[in-house]
């Protein structure tokens, strides 16, 4: 039981600190597509942060929310480097499309 405890607060340190990292998104200029898709990641990550910090969200859950987020991030940059660092609307749109998913998901777990 003690040992559950010190490994949750172990990974909701962890998640802290790597959602820290990932919060860290620039606007680059004149790519909306970008931009848009950065500040969302940004949003889900303090949403993410607000339930551990409030106590509705596990540490275990966090990491998990987290993932999805770090693979549409691994995405996007991929998407990025095929377009000469843009998103065309189809990659857009895929991107938004797990983006909600994982909105959704975290709104759940919060509630």
């Known amino acids: 039981m003690k040992f559950k405890s010190v490994s949750l607060i172990a990974a909701g340190t962890l998640c802290t600190i790597?959602?820290?990292g990932m919060a860290t998104a620039q606007d680059v200029p004149n790519h909306p597509r970008v931009n848009e898709v950065n500040q969302r990641l940004d949003n889900q990550q303090a949403r993410i942060n607000q339930g551990l910090a409030n106590g509705t969200m596990s540490a275990k859950q966090a990491a998990h929310d987290e993932a999805h987020d770090a693979n549409i991030a691994k995405r996007e940059s991929a998407d990025e480097a095929r377009q000469g660092g843009h998103?065309?609307?189809?990659?857009?749109?895929?991107?938004?499309?797990?983006?909600?998913?994982?909105?959704?998901?975290?709104?759940?777990?919060?509630h």
């Open 87 to 110: 998103l065309t609307k189809a990659q857009q749109r895929r991107l938004n499309k797990s983006l909600n998913r994982n909105s959704r998901h975290i709104y759940k777990q919060k």
């Open 18 to 20: 790597l959602g820290s």
